[in-house]
């Protein structure tokens, strides 16, 4: 008997005389094969009670264990080899931290399984795979596909597996001589993809998925997505059906989806590339989505359509009504070309024909009116019957703004307390009900600190496993200290937790210095610091009796605190000090214009945070930043130390921060270098504003590089925090002009959106410079640091929501500078149509340097064109 045989041999003795953990001490090392070996020949009985000490163990180690792919092997063939049934064993591998090693796992278990003549592993795998999320290791995947395809089970084909199987074919766990097969061989080979190529017709969002490319050397080469070619190529081949692909591609279409997942289906019809007879089959299908599909599937259907030698001419004047007016130019102009020859082919119905090309009157795109104008006319269709008459000249129509609402209720019950930690713990990175829930916990912690604690401990440990830990690279990240917060309730005086968060305050507060509050990373923004010190003074004085709440809690939902309500708080509070944060934060939330006689009331207190209330408000609290612009070039030096700088672009314009002269900047609010150092969790920055309610320019200074990143660096979510910078007070300066600029440029939709209610928020308030925003987007456009393309819509929607004199302003001081730009930026023409679409609407004539020369040059050009049209435009102003 070999070494090796002769330790095993002795491990199962001792597993079977005596304790368990030489077994655990083997699965906490992920040695599978040993766990395997130890447990094997072992009587029944022995086996479940060993899995009575394994469950038990296993709770009290789950909690700060991922069991990786090793350990979660190990794991797996300990709790099939001892456990039951399969609804105990799944109550552990189906758990999120634990994931076995794909099909090694697998083959260890099936083997553990035989041994000991259990046949529940079917049953075992569809309870994993019913506990899958979308954060769910591809590793799980292979796990339970395996045992599935070897004890002859069929797949789960619920939404989360069919795209972790998908996964599964993008990153296999097999490889020969380090490559994996080609997609079409794995997919030929693959056992499930009968039962799973249906489903990608029918799981929302998956065409994202789909899109995947496949590993290749050439890193000049992006490569081209590699499921529809297999696909197409499987269904040459016979392996697949060719009509399921092609009418699951167009159901899929005709259902909808986001553009981007509905890119993977035109993809797979282009390799399929469909015949005359296939379209023809599924012309009605084809004319629906020309009508009401996004503008690239439109695109398809237009393309296949016109191929058809016979295609009924109704059918195609039916369908045309309905999308010439849809906002696509190039969609609409090719319609318009169809229909055109069309007229020509059809001498007998030219008139009918012209009279649909006339619908193209009424399009937004001016050029396009103009088009359908000239067409209509060759065709028999006086040209006044597709000219739309001209808006009466007008300024802004937006509504005044509501005074902010009064913030909620504050928190008094503890079942209420629960449910929110609950909600904001099952969103990833969100802190923006954070505030309320503080207040409520130093209000119920006060009065029975150990009822909280019971309460939010079993909400702790379900949390979303995201805030499991502080995200390093991120220097925004709150996760890790949040949580510890909601952990210190019900804790001692003399708890470690309790004394960690004391000497923290005692290393970031220094009073006898500026800044007050200690700078301990230079990441962080100074708003973001009074954040975290803020928590950690709450962690230090959480549980003390006679707590009433945060004197910091706003009194509206924007963040402003109502200087009576601070008084109350105060008077209440008697001669009993309040955290310094807490105070500070309170003053910081007060508004600018506040009474004497209030100052009086509050240095009668006789306290010393009633004096200090007194000297904030005679002193006309923290005074308004000096903001400048300055350009920032990437420093390929400090890239080995921060990403941000690595792979920011060559050159972004930001705003530095500075105290006006004379000022004592106490906490270092009002000082901040321009930085492209940001963050990726920007969920936090939507406190920021609530923060300093008053302080606009120095919130949207801080936040700009977050926005900056939206436009060009093209990252998502950026602009979310531009309505919420509306809804403050204060000055925004050129910080705002410069953030509305990037999020008009905004590579995503929604930061788009955000960024045109943000505008007209502040436009109606009076508070919005259109002059400074152009300008600054004029400079942006004009040295290439956002693309002029993104902006005409967001635009136009402001002009359509009530705004139009506005965007005409803003148009109006951003072209001189993309006018003379060396090279106009692409987009230029239609901001010219849109300048010129405003600027007839308001009847305001606006000077715009440059225009003139441009318009007097020769051609036809359409820039020289629209140039023309907007000089024709305030020429009759």
């Given amino acids: 008997m070999t070494r090796p045989e002769q330790r095993t041999v002795r491990r199962r003795r001792e597993l079977a005389a005596s304790g368990t953990s030489d077994l655990f001490d083997l699965v906490s090392s992920g040695d599978a094969d040993s766990v395997a070996a130890a447990l094997e020949g072992l009587p029944e009985q022995r086996r479940r009670e ?25 794991l797996a063939v300990a709790v099939v080899g001892c456990l039951p049934t399969a609804a105990q064993a799944a109550a552990i591998l189906g758990r999120p931290s634990v994931n076995p090693h794909g099909r090694r796992a697998a083959e260890l278990v099936r083997r553990a399984a035989q041994e000991r003549g259990i046949d529940w592993l079917v049953d075992l795998a569809h309870r994993i795979a019913a506990r899958f999320r979308q954060d769910t290791w591809v590793g799980r995947w292979h796990f339970v596909a395996f045992l599935l395809h070897a004890e ?80 197409a190529q499987l269904a040459t081949e016979g392996v697949v059906d060719r009509v399921m692909l092609l009418d699951g591609s167009i159901s899929r279409l005709l259902r909808g989806d986001r553009p981007a997942a509905l890119r993977a289906f035109t993809t797979l019809l282009d390799q399929l590339a469909p015949t005359t007879a296939e379209v023809t089959a599924r012309v009605t299908d084809y004319l629906r989505l020309l009508v009401d599909a ?101 300024g802004d129509d937006l ?52 009822r909280v604690r019971a309460a939010l401990d079993p909400v702790i440990e379900r949390r979303h496993w995201s805030w499991a830990n502080e995200h390093r690279w991120d220097p925004l990240c709150l996760c890790e200290t949040v949580v510890e917060v909601f952990g210190s309730a019900g804790v ?82 008697g001669h009993r000090e309040p955290g310094h944060w807490d105070l500070t934060q309170a003053l910081l939330r007060l ?12 240095a009668a207190l006789g306290t010393a945070a009633g004096q200090r209330l007194a000297g904030w408000l005679r002193d006309g609290g923290l005074p308004q930043p000096v903001i400048r612009s300055r350009t920032v070039t990437r420093d390929s030096r400090r890239g080995n130390r921060h990403w941000e700088w690595a792979y920011m672009p060559a050159e972004r314009i930001l705003v530095e921060l500075a105290p006006p002269t004379g000022a004592v900047d106490r906490y270092g609010l009002l000082t901040a270098p321009a930085t492209p150092l940001g963050g990726d969790h920007s969920g936090w920055v939507h406190l920021w504003p609530s923060l300093l309610p008053s302080h606009r320019g120095a919130v949207t200074a801080y936040a700009l590089p977050l926005v900056a990143g939206a436009a060009d660096m093209d990252e ?60 600054q987007l004029g400079t942006l456009a004009a040295r290439q640091l956002v693309k002029l393309s993104r902006v005409v819509e967001p635009l136009r929607d402001a002009a359509q929501a009530g705004a139009p004199l506005t965007v005409w302003r803003l148009l109006a001081a951003a072209l001189p500078a993309v006018l003379a730009a060396p090279t106009p930026p692409r987009g230029v023409p239609d901001l010219l149509t849109l300048a010129a679409e405003t600027a007839t609407a308001t009847g305001v004539r606006i000077d715009v340097p440059g225009l003139a020369d441009l318009a007097g040059r020769g051609g036809s050009s359409r820039l020289v064109t629209e140039a023309r049209r907007l000089h024709r435009a305030l020429a009759g102003a």
Wanted: hydrophobic content about 45%; overall charge negative.
């Fill in 399 to 450: 509504s005044p703004p509501a005074p902010p609402a009064p913030a909620p209720d504050p928190i008094n019950d503890v079942d209420e307390l629960t449910e929110e930690v609950a909600a904001l713990l099952g969103t990833p990175y969100q802190g923006a009900p954070l505030e309320r829930i503080l207040d409520g916990l130093v209000r119920l912690t006060a009065a029975d600190g150990h």
């Fill in 591 to 602: 508004p600018t214009d506040v009474d004497e006689t209030l100052a009086a009331k509050a």
């Fill in 716 to 775: 998502r979510g950026g602009a979310a925090v531009l309505p919420l910078l509306a809804e403050v007070g204060g000055p925004g300066g050129v910080a705002l002009d410069l953030a509305l600029a990037y999020g008009l440029g905004a590579r995503h939709g929604p930061d788009r959106v955000a960024t045109v209610d943000a505008l007209l928020a502040l436009a109606a308030a009076g508070d919005f410079d259109a002059a400074g925003t152009g300008e």
């Fill in 492 to 573: 001692g005086r003399t708890d470690r937790r309790r004394e960690r968060w004391e000497k923290l305050l005692t290393a970031v507060h220094r009073p006898d210095a500026v800044p007050e509050l200690a700078v301990t990373d230079p990441k962080v923004p100074p708003v973001h610091r009074l954040l975290r010190v803020r928590l950690a003074e709450i962690g230090a004085y959480l549980n003390e009796p006679g707590q009433s709440g945060l004197l910091a809690l706003p009194t509206s939902t924007n963040g402003l605190l109502d200087p009576m309500a601070l008084l109350e708080r105060l008077t209440a509070l």
């Fill in 50 to 74: 060993i899995g009575v000490e394994l469950t038990a163990w296993f709770k009290q180690r789950d909690r700060e264990t991922w069991w990786s792919a090793g350990t979660g092997t190990a």
């Fill in 294 to 394: 996004p503008a690239p599937v439109a695109t398809m259907a237009q393309k296949a359509l016109r191929k058809l030698p016979e295609l009924e001419l109704e059918s195609i004047l039916d369908a045309a009504r309905q999308m010439l007016t849809r906002p696509d130019k190039k969609l609409v102009r090719t319609q318009l070309t169809w229909l055109d020859q069309l007229a020509r082919q059809h001498r007998d119905r030219a008139a009918e024909i012209g009279e649909v090309i006339a619908v193209a009157g009424e399009h937004p795109a001016v050029e396009l009116r103009e088009r359908a104008a000239a067409l209509a006319a060759r065709h028999g269709v006086a040209p006044a019957l597709v000219i739309p008459a001209l808006t009466r000249p007008r």
């Fill in 152 to 231: 002859g089970g069929a797949p789960p084909t619920d939404d989360r597996c069919v795209q972790l199987w998908l996964t599964g074919v993008e990153a296999p766990d097999r490889f020969h001589q380090g490559q994996a097969a080609p997609v079409v061989d794995r997919l030929r080979d693959d056992p499930f993809l009968a039962a799973m190529l249906p489903r990608l017709f029918e799981v929302d969002g998956i065409g994202v998925q789909m899109m995947f490319v496949a590993a290749h050397h050439n890193w000049d080469d992006p490569g081209q997505p590699a499921l529809p070619a297999a696909l």
